[in-house]
């Protein structure tokens, strides 16, 4: 499976390395993802694949527009720093616009581009179906936009084992055990749980409900989530501010 070509086309250009918040910002004032060869950003995004499974509402969006400009390594980095705050009883602090987002240290257990899930998978295969079953969680993809959804995952140029793959994360059902479950590590769990937070609208009441059934199938302690749900309100707030 080529997971750097899938990663472009689900999370956008830098899906596969990511780079830091104010950086991303520089490129999506200049116009970031022109034209279907730019990855989600330009292809998928503006035709329609992650825009059905992220509904119209504005907080789910820009979460996912945050994914898609900063890819998993923007949720590794920010999982981290808040994992760190968190360990060292740090109040939680605004990381998005710090410039090291792309360098955690390797050996910390947030670098998923080496780290595989419990079922074996490349890890950053597992933040993106982490990612639709949040997205997933009130319900809004009926048949008629799952059958949208299956048109633009045929219209992309990916291989068979890359477009099974998204058929198989989209037509599952939004189950937070099952997501928690692919977590080998409690730190995987962190990253999973910044993933997710990303891809919710946080004032929609099932989507919270969601998220917080995740928390508990993780067992991930109050304060890291307060942590990392601070994380990802701030990358939505940076965006949003600045695109």
Known sequence: ??????????????????????????????????????????????????SAVLGSKKGRKMGGKVLAYGGTALVAGLAYKAWRDYKSNTPPQDHSQDSDLNDVPSNSGFAPETERSRDDADFRLTLIRAM????????HIDQTEQSRITKQIEALNLGPNEKAFLFDAFSSSADPMHIAKLAKTSEQGAEIYLASCLAIDADDPQEERYLERLGDCLALDMKLRQHLDHQASNARQNLLEHS
């Open 1 to 50: 499976m080529d997971i750097g070509k899938l990663l472009g086309d689900v999370l956008g250009n830098s899906g596969g390395s990511g780079s830091n918040m104010s950086g991303k910002l520089d490129r999506i004032k200049g116009g970031l993802g022109q034209g279907v060869g730019g990855g989600l950003v330009g292809g998928a995004l503006s035709g329609g694949l992650m």
């Open 132 to 139: 639709i079953s949040a997205a997933k969680s009130d319900g």
